[in-house]
């Protein structure tokens, strides 16, 4: 059980990534592919940000040695700590894989946007977005190809 | 020692920074692409933007043969705390390899372009063009792991445009792009999760500070299944055997020049990555990394070589037979790869290159009857040769590299596979290599009959001979894999200095 709940998060990864993969691969709908895909990497961020966790770790602010709120604060989030270390020892959480799936976010979104644009123009072309009945236009396609050129 | 020993090609101050400048100039073109006012400009940009990249390649190339391996710290913030770009032998010749062809294509999109990309999109194709370039310069020269991801999203989703902008000519590029961009998303985020394994189990992001603390972490699950994590999501990426499907529809639809560009760096510039976690990060020693070669990656490339040359033998349209032998050929590099010898290195970054001067100059010369004839199975190229007999010469001397004819650079690569194959006692990947390269003289021999030696079809419409801007590219191509295949020092000493710099050797 406190298995479980220490872990909650990566457990919550795991499930939001297969729920994402399934759908992208299971799914013949073009839009709902990429609902999937914006799902699956979402779960990236949160294992990203998972990480960061540090216990008892506050938000990575430099606190003023010397200012009466920043003592306080340190003290409340890190019993004895203050008394131990000094101010200085204060426990941060890591802010670098915040920056990191920031820029992974962006990235997704621009991923999204494109896919969205190129189901648009599929849609325009096939008149659907249903990965079936594209295949079937495409293999007429393919054989009218193969009729117009036959000797 | 390689011949770029003596070359200063660059003033000292512009050598300095040489290895952003190789990035920047191409992405810096992109956005004046964009912005230019007309499709003639934009091409003069891009152009110009290659080939000023091309030309701080080659600067570097020479500096990296003096000094070994330069980090160059983006923004002032020394490594392994910043974003470092670490440029060393086989990061070089990567450099070199996507600039040239960057500037090939360029050059050649001038007139390629035309016929399948409406006029007022060029700005914005080139861009993304541009965009492309960039991205892959980024990946191959950079040395952080976060980094890479950017760089590879950055090219990726350039390409995932210029595959879609191929619907004018068959709409059938519309649901490949999509295909092409949901493969390459789910990739990418598998090799961003793998990097979070590695992050958290490592604390850096630089890989060669990586390599040094996983030294002592080599066995630790979370690591290995970082390593896993990169390795499905880069094998999507370069379409390693059983994530390959998105490639065929991807390369058959997309414009003459985009297939161009991406069967001459994309895959390879995957591959490289792929190969700089293995024996760069990952202490090689381990019982996990051995097991990884010799029992999935060396298999699986052996699959690809011999299941997709067959699938290229049936298909009926001829860029989906190269589209196919692309996969079959990614298959012979990382068979070489997998030796995880210096020969079997070298002889796969020697491969590499090859692969990508003969695959470039087949598409290149497709293009070119493209212009003047709307052909696609392979019955429509029957007697081509008396009607563009340059385009079609220049194709016969790609499709005789790619088979493996004496005189040519494919044939050296695959000699040099094959030798390096006996040093390490697998004769069965011998065996490998002769199927493989008998069965594309198969499907070359049966392309080039048709274009030389069969009557074309009696009514059928006349090709012409492609104007001197897309034959000059197409021919530098071609010769060059002749002159590697006569003379192989310039070649042969990038890649043997490249596998030295993976493997970790004594260059």
Same mark, same amino acid.
């Given at each position: ?58 938000? $990575? ?13 340190? +003290?409340?989030?890190? $019993? ?44 325009? +072309? ?15 396609? +393919? ?7 036959? $000797? | ?7 200063? &090609? ?7 920074? %040489? ?36 030309? /701080? ?20 913030? *020394?490594? *392994? /705390? ?18 040239? /062809?960057?500037?090939?294509? %360029? ?9 399948? @990309?409406? %006029? ?43 595959? !879609? ?7 059938? %590029? ?13 990739? !990418? ?50 379409? /390693? ?27 390879? &510039? ?36 011999? @299941? ?31 030796? !995880? ?23 290149? !010369?497709?293009?070119?009857?493209? #212009?003047?004839?709307? &052909? ?58 002769? #199927? ?10 049966? #392309? ?33 894999? @002749? ?25």
């Amino acid at each position: 059980m406190s298995e479980f709940l220490t872990h909650f998060n990566y457990i919550a990864v795991v499930i939001i990534m297969m729920t994402g993969l399934f759908i992208v691969f299971s799914s013949g709908n073009l839009i709902k592919r990429m609902i999937g895909l914006a799902l699956f990497q979402s779960s990236a961020a949160l294992f990203y940000i998972s990480l960061a966790k540090v216990t008892g770790g506050t938000a $990575p602010i430099t606190l003023e040695a010397a200012s009466e709120a920043g003592r306080a604060l340190a +003290a409340e989030q890190v $019993p004895g700590y203050v008394a131990q270390h000094g101010i200085d020892g204060v426990v941060y959480s890591n802010p670098l894989p915040h920056v990191l799936i920031l820029t992974a976010i962006v990235v997704g979104v621009a991923t999204l946007a494109v896919g969205l644009a190129i189901a648009v123009r599929v849609r325009e +072309a096939y008149g659907t977005v249903e990965a079936d009945e594209i295949n079937a236009v495409s293999r007429i396609d +393919a054989a009218g190809l193969q009729a117009e050129h036959a $000797p | 020692m390689t011949p770029f020993d003596a070359l200063y &090609a660059a003033p000292a101050a512009l050598t300095a920074h %040489a290895p952003v400048i190789v990035i920047a100039a191409p992405l810096v073109g992109a956005c004046a692409a964009a912005l230019s006012p007309g499709a003639r400009s934009s091409w003069v940009i891009s152009v110009l933007t290659t080939a000023f990249s091309l030309w /701080m390649a080659i600067a570097l190339a020479g500096e990296v043969a003096r000094e070994g391996v330069i980090d160059y710290a983006l923004g002032g913030f *020394p490594s *392994p /705390m910043g974003i470092a770009l670490k440029v060393d032998a086989i990061a070089v010749t990567m450099a070199l390899l996507i600039s040239a /062809m960057g500037l090939m294509g %360029a050059i050649y999109s001038g007139h390629a372009l035309l016929s399948e @990309v409406r %006029a007022e999109k060029h700005t914005l194709f080139q861009a993304g063009y541009l965009l492309c370039v960039s991205g892959y310069l980024g990946l191959v020269l950079t040395g952080d792991a976060f980094n890479a991801f950017v760089f590879l999203e950055i090219s990726s989703i350039g390409t995932y445009a210029l595959v !879609a902008a191929g619907e004018r000519r068959d709409r059938r %590029a519309l649901p490949a792009a999509f295909n092409y961009l949901i493969m390459g998303t789910v990739g !990418a985020t598998l090799y961003v999760i793998g990097v979070g394994f590695l992050y958290g189990a490592t604390g850096t992001l630089n890989m060669a500070d990586m390599g040094v603390r996983l030294v002592t972490l080599g066995d630790n699950p979370a690591v290995q299944a970082g390593f896993a994590f990169i390795v499905a999501g880069l094998g999507a990426k370069a379409a /390693m055997f059983p994530l390959h499907g998105w490639l065929p529809g991807a390369y058959a639809g997309a414009p003459t020049l985009v297939s161009v560009f991406l069967a001459a760096t994309a895959t390879k &510039a995957a591959i490289y990555l792929l190969m700089r976690f293995t024996f760069d990060v990952f202490p090689l020693d381990a019982d996990f990394g051995r097991l990884f070669l010799h029992g999935i990656l060396a298999p699986l490339a052996a699959a690809a070589a011999i @299941v997709c040359s067959v699938q290229a033998i049936f298909a009926r349209e001829v860029r989906r037979m190269l589209a196919f032998s692309s996969i079959a050929q990614v298959g012979f590099i990382l068979l070489g790869f997998s030796l !995880a010898t210096q020969a079997g290195v070298s002889a796969g970054v020697f491969y590499m290159v090859a692969h990508a001067l003969m695959k470039a100059a087949a598409f290149m !010369a497709l293009g070119a009857f493209a #212009i003047s004839l709307k &052909a696609r199975l392979l019955s429509d190229f029957a007697g081509i040769g008396r009607e563009a007999p340059w385009s079609t010469v220049a194709f016969a001397v790609a499709a005789a590299s790619l088979a493996g004819v004496p005189l040519t650079m494919g044939f050296l690569g695959k000699w040099s596979l094959i030798e390096a194959a006996l040093q390490a006692r697998q004769a069965w990947m011998v065996v490998v290599f002769a #199927i493989g390269s008998l069965l594309t003289l198969v499907y070359v021999g049966r #392309i080039v009959e048709t274009m030389f030696f069969r009557a074309p079809t009696p009514g059928a419409p006349r090709a012409k001979e492609a104007p001197v801007g897309v034959l000059a590219p197409l021919w530098v191509l071609a010769g060059l894999s @002749v002159w590697f295949g006569v003379d192989a020092t310039l070649p042969a000493s990038l890649a043997d200095a490249g596998a030295a710099a993976l493997l970790g050797a004594a260059p």
